[in-house]
């Protein structure tokens, strides 16, 4: 169903950095690309709700949470599907309930240490790109990055990636560069 809905559809890209613009009545169904949502807490401080790729959907129909923002991290190239058509995207819309459900588990785990390991373990299984020494996280992501994703200080983060790259789990070739020695 998906091809028919794209025959019928129109192409929108957005620049990185660029927040796409959200709607009750519409969903974006990501072709290319790479976008975080977000939001922050009454002091400010921000939470990340997850991390999208191609054919992943977002949109603020899926969310109940205010502010909700979604930030470019590259080039995106999507597909604006009105919500009357949801029944042409439910696999993406499944795929999305499963991955907020994966990240949810991912971020309650009591153990900073394995949360930090988990979360890199996700990002390359899901972005990552097999190079000769492991598996390239396929994003320029930084310490503040993570920390926001899994509910730490960078400076924890920092620490922790350190001790990773100690004990030969990660390379860090380039700057917000991470490849997982898996």
């Given at each position: 169903?998906?091809?028919?809905?794209?025959?019928?559809?129109?192409?929108?890209?957005?620049?990185?950095?660029?927040?796409?613009?959200?709607?009750?009545?519409?969903?974006?169904?990501?072709?290319?690309?790479?976008?975080?949502?977000?939001?922050?807490?009454?002091?400010?401080?921000?939470?990340?709700?997850?991390?999208?790729?191609?054919?992943?959907?977002?949109?603020?129909?899926?969310?109940?949470?205010?502010?909700?923002?979604?930030?470019?991290?590259?080039?995106?190239?999507?597909?604006?599907?009105?919500?009357?058509?949801?029944?042409?995207?439910?696999?993406?819309?499944?795929?999305?309930?499963?991955?907020?459900?994966?990240?949810?588990?991912?971020?309650?785990?009591?153990?900073?240490?394995?949360?930090?390991?988990?979360?890199?373990?996700?990002?390359?299984?899901?972005?990552?790109?097999?190079?000769?020494?492991?598996?390239?996280?396929?994003?320029?992501?930084?310490?503040?990055?993570?920390?926001?994703?899994?509910?730490?200080?960078?400076?924890?983060?920092?620490?922790?990636?350190?001790q990773l790259e100690q004990e030969g789990f990660l390379s860090r070739p380039e700057r917000n560069v991470i490849?997982?020695?898996?």
């Amino acid at each position: 169903m998906q091809k028919d809905l794209q025959n019928n559809m129109e192409y929108q890209t957005f620049a990185c950095s660029e927040l796409i613009p959200l709607q009750s009545d519409f969903f974006w169904l990501l072709q290319e690309g790479v976008v975080k949502t977000c939001t922050w807490t009454e002091e400010g401080t921000p939470v990340t709700l997850g991390y999208w790729g191609s054919q992943d959907v977002i949109g603020q129909p899926l969310s109940l949470v205010y502010p909700y923002q979604v930030k470019c991290l590259t080039t995106v190239k999507a597909l604006c599907v009105p919500t009357d058509r949801a029944n042409e995207i439910t696999d993406s819309i499944h795929r999305h309930i499963q991955q907020t459900e994966e990240l949810l588990y991912i971020v309650r785990s009591e153990n900073m240490y394995q949360r930090l390991r988990k979360i890199l373990i996700w990002l390359a299984q899901k972005f990552g790109t097999e190079i000769e020494i492991g598996q390239l996280i396929d994003l320029r992501i930084t310490h503040q990055d993570l920390a926001e994703i899994i509910g730490a200080t960078r400076v924890t983060v920092t620490k922790l990636i350190n001790q990773l790259e100690q004990e030969g789990f990660l390379s860090r070739p380039e700057r917000n560069v991470i490849v997982l020695c898996l």
